[in-house]
């Protein structure tokens, strides 16, 4: 079965159950057995009405798992409300079911990684990997984010910090992850942004575009990466640049000043560039220092060590990353780059080696190992 579809087809399934009285993670468990079942039947006897196939079939086994411990006369009265046969509505409910997940019963932190699992399509791995803590400990926080919402109806949307902070965390993945989830989360941030009148939520949306618009030059045709100071800057997608900066404009224009907004204002900064070399680093280690204030994120302070480099020399880099914890992800990555800068290559050189062990990633692995080896021939050549 085509993994598109599947993945098209189950917030808006999830959702229906939700809405008939389904505690979160018995909806979840039924939808789940409802794909098993359409894995194995739809290749030989594909049905005409997709969603709705997927809609009786989970409801029903909702039931079946909700009367061994159901009274009789609530089991009567689920019954009545199973879904009538024909044409499910074709309404798009991934957006309304982002709001469900990001329930009041759950701390923003609960609900962020509860949705990024069962909503986003991410791996428990991939969601720590996002949250900077070890894989065993963001499966104990999913495993009581859906403890908590068992038996909890999802009546009550949650707020939207929760939402954009769950977009923004699947776009990242999509971006730059396994699974191309970049597009929908531009779509579903779209629809935010048509519905909701708030700066963050422009913000995000500028944000995305940014990003987005450079992507098809983030990758060479072997598939390695190309970093920003190398890419070639004609391919970037100059419609999506132009839209991002009015959208990020706006927001800006409304003072109200928040994170995404801030990091959209880098985005923008890079995007204006017309080559590296023209990038204006005084401004944006100026607004790492804005987004810095908003957030207290040890990553960004990481982010902008690299600026200063840029800006003041790799000495001065060098200085903001000793005051990090080296244990920081890619800080060893950016050890190697100031070190190069500064002409230490041989350091910059065993850096690159060790970073590239720490890689969350095949793809910046051997991006990495590629930088090592370049110095080290480098290295041979003068000897």
Not at 36 to 52: H, L, T, Y
Not at 209 to 227: E, F, I
């Amino acid at each position: 079965m085509d993994e598109a579809l599947i993945r098209s087809l189950t917030p808006g399934v999830l959702t229906v159950l939700v809405r008939r009285g389904a505690d979160f993670a018995a909806a979840e468990d039924a939808v789940q057995d409802a794909l098993v079942e359409a894995v194995r039947g739809w290749p030989d006897d594909p049905p005409r009405d997709p969603k709705g196939w997927l809609v009786t079939v989970a409801w029903r086994r909702f039931l079946d798992a909700a009367r061994a411990d159901t009274a009789r006369r609530r089991r009567e009265d689920r019954v009545e409300e199973e879904p009538a046969p024909g044409p499910a509505p074709g309404v798009d409910d991934t957006l309304q079911l982002y709001f469900l997940c990001a329930h009041p019963s759950l701390t923003p932190s609960s609900a962020v990684a509860l949705t990024l699992r069962a909503v986003g399509g991410l791996t428990t791995r991939q969601i720590a990997r996002a949250y900077l803590v070890p894989e065993a400990t963001m499966a104990q926080r999913i495993s009581r984010a859906k403890r908590t919402a068992s038996g909890v109806r999802f009546d009550r949307p949650g707020d939207v910090a929760t939402v954009l902070r769950v977009l923004y965390l699947v776009f990242n993945e999509g971006y730059s992850g396994d699974v191309d989830l970049a597009a929908e989360a531009i779509r579903l941030t779209r629809q935010l942004a048509a519905s909701v009148d708030h700066p963050e939520v422009a913000g995000l949306l500028a944000l995305m575009l940014l990003h987005h618009a450079r992507r098809a030059a983030r990758t060479a045709p072997d598939g390695s990466l190309v970093p920003l100071a190398e890419q070639d800057r004609s391919r970037w997608d100059t419609v999506s640049i132009a839209e991002g900066v009015r959208i990020l404009q706006a927001a800006l224009a409304r003072d109200r000043l928040g994170e995404f907004q801030a990091q959209a204002a880098i985005a923008a900064l890079h995007a204006d560039a017309p080559t590296a070399g023209e990038t204006d680093w005084v401004q944006i280690v100026e607004w790492y220092d804005e987004l810095a204030r908003l957030t207290d994120n040890p990553v960004v302070r990481l982010n902008r060590a690299v600026a200063v480099g840029e800006a003041d020399g790799p000495r001065a880099g060098l200085a903001e990353l000793a005051a990090l914890d080296d244990t920081l992800p890619r800080h060893t990555a950016v050890a190697a780059y100031l070190h190069e800068r500064d002409g230490d290559l041989d350091t910059a050189a065993r850096l690159y080696a060790e970073a590239a062990h720490k890689a969350p990633d095949l793809a910046e692995r051997d991006h990495l190992v590629r930088q090592a080896a370049r110095l080290n021939s480098r290295h041979r050549q003068r000897r």
